[in-house]
T-cell receptor, first 113, second 114 residues
Framework: GDSVTQMEGPVTLSEEAFLTINCTYT??????LFWYVQYPGEGLQLLLK?????DKGSNKGFEATYRKETTSFHLEKGSVQVSDSAVYFC????????????FGSGTQLTVLP | GAGVSQTPSNKVTEKGKYVELRCDPI?????LYWYRQSLGQGPEFLIY????????DSGLPNDRFFAVRPEGSVSTLKIQRTERGDSAVYLC????????????FGQGTRLTVV
């Protein structure tokens, strides 16, 4: 079945540091890939997505590139801010489960001033 | 409201009791999803509605769980004979048409079974 494996947390960084959160997946065919973010006290929000190989999703300074050869979709940001502190979830929708998101376990990010 | 609304935000119930969790999706969204999120885990799919019908209920863990969406808008997730293992955050999401469109999530209902 489909699965998503993401970097375990928690991750603690200083403001302006570089961020990478690793995400790899197993799925049938070529899934669509997503990063969702959950800020404290808020619901899950879509951060970015990519629907085919070599696509790059980007939003709010975050980027992730769909790498078919390594089945990865790592999240990066060049300079994190305190306001980026949240839980980040990697997710996919595959052809075999076109109506449901399969999520990773989440990575807690804390950015210190 | 503008977003997906879930009520109650918190529910504490005794083992063996029946509970109902409500979801008000974004107006006009035909697709509605329920997920369950246990502590330290990502959300897990429970059920998907397209309009009034349950198009995919493959994620429901057992027959104690049931969900309805009688008029194609509001949905209720029903759990019978609750068990302590049912304790989790139950998330509802809606999307405009379903497949391939962005899902918008509510803030969830935290269910605690004591």
């Amino acid at each position: 079945g489909d699965s998503v494996t993401q970097m375990e947390g928690p991750v603690t960084l200083s403001e302006e540091a570089f961020l990478t959160i690793n995400c790899t997946y197993t799925a049938t065919g070529y899934p669509s890939l997503f990063w969702y973010v959950q800020y404290p006290g808020e619901g899950l929000q879509l951060l970015l997505k990519a629907t085919k190989a070599d696509d790059k999703g980007s939003n709010k300074g975050f980027e992730a590139t769909y790498r078919k050869e390594t089945t990865s979709f790592h999240l990066e940001k060049g300079s994190v801010q305190v306001s980026d502190s949240a839980v980040y979830f990697c997710a996919l929708v595959s052809r075999s489960s076109a109506r449901q998101l399969t999520f990773g376990s989440g990575t807690q990010l804390t950015v210190l001033p | 409201g503008a977003g997906v609304s879930q009520t109650p935000s918190n529910k504490v119930t005794e083992k063996g009791k029946y509970v109902e969790l409500r979801c008000d999706p974004i107006s006009g969204h035909t697709a509605l999803y329920w997920y369950r999120q246990s502590l330290g885990q990502g959300p897990e799919f429970l059920i998907y509605f397209q309009g009034t019908g349950a198009a995919d209920d493959s994620g429901l863990p057992n027959d104690r769980f049931f969900a309805v969406r009688p008029e194609g808008s509001v949905s209720t997730l029903k759990i019978q004979r609750t068990e302590r293992g049912d304790s989790a955050v139950y998330l509802c999401a809606s999307s405009p048409t379903g497949e391939g469109t962005e899902a918008f999530f509510g803030q969830g209902t935290r269910l605690t079974v004591v």
